[in-house]
């Protein structure tokens, strides 16, 4: 997988919670607003379950991370099912935007192989990326956002990334 694969995940599970610049690679193709939408309720899980990983030594023992973010982190597995083809399209075009033949080996892959992998290289590029002075903020934005079912979690952070998008050069989200 190249490195630009790796930016993409890694930078769009990040813009789901701290709400940052989204890219980091560079790209001229657009994602469509499904596609963005499958990508972010596939990977919230594994961006919830990264930052528990990370911050949990930072905040408090009653905190919403400690308590209550692995039954979302679950919680938000349910949905990955239905995301997954729009997130595979979505990684598919990404990888494909600077070395076709990176995105024609992972679309050959079995679904098996694929997801484990880009799964793998998601968590990595996440966690390195989680600041530990950020923790709290992060904490208090799951702990606000956990009563929204999650559908409409998925949905509130994909507007996220679309407004962060907007003025983003390297990473467009499609016009509707």
């Given at each position: 997988m190249t490195q630009h694969a790796k930016s993409i995940a890694g930078a769009l599970a990040l813009a789901a919670l701290t709400v940052p610049s989204l890219a980091q690679a560079a790209t001229v193709q657009c994602m469509t607003k499904p596609e963005l939408r499958g990508m972010v309720a596939y990977m919230l899980p594994f961006v919830v379950d990264s930052v528990i990983e990370k911050c949990t030594p930072s905040v408090p023992?009653?905190?919403?991370?400690?308590?209550?973010?692995?039954?979302?982190?679950?919680?938000?597995t349910t949905?990955?099912?239905?995301?997954w083809p729009m997130a595979k399209r979505a990684f598919l075009k990404f990888s494909g935007d600077t070395d076709k033949d990176t995105a024609a080996m992972m679309d050959s892959m079995p679904e098996t192989a694929m997801r484990p992998l880009l799964e793998s290289v998601m968590t990595q590029e996440f966690t390195s990326k989680i600041?530990?002075?950020?923790?709290?903020?992060?904490?208090?934005?799951?702990?606000?956002?956990?009563?929204?079912?999650?559908?409409?979690?998925?949905?509130?952070i994909t507007e996220v990334v679309v407004i962060g998008a907007r003025e983003d050069k390297e990473m467009r989200v499609c016009e509707a």
């Open positions: 023992k009653d905190s919403f991370m400690t308590t209550r973010a692995p039954a979302l982190s679950k919680e938000l949905g990955q099912p239905a995301a600041k530990t002075k950020d923790c709290k903020d992060i904490d208090a934005v799951l702990g606000t956002l956990a009563p929204l079912p999650t559908t409409g979690f998925v949905d509130l």
